[in-house]
């Protein structure tokens, strides 16, 4: 497997890392916990930016 094939699959990964937390802080009751959530998401969707450029940080495209 190329490192190319494999950065793109660890930033998709982190995406959907991201993705997920980002529905458990939706859905969260305490406002401390919703907020650690979005903290963390919004870390690894800056971790994705750095990896892979700012298509890899959301799936929707632009």
Do not use: F, H, N, Y
Not at 13 to 26: F, H, N, T, V, Y
Not at 33 to 55: D, F, N, T
């Amino acid at each position: 497997m190329s490192s190319d094939r494999q950065q793109r699959e660890d930033v998709a990964k982190m995406r959907r890392q991201a993705e997920e937390l980002e529905l458990k802080a939706q859905r969260a009751g305490d406002a401390a916990e919703r907020e650690q959530l979005m903290e963390r998401a919004v870390s690894i969707r800056a971790k994705c930016q750095e990896l892979g450029g700012p298509e890899s940080a959301t799936m929707d495209p632009m």
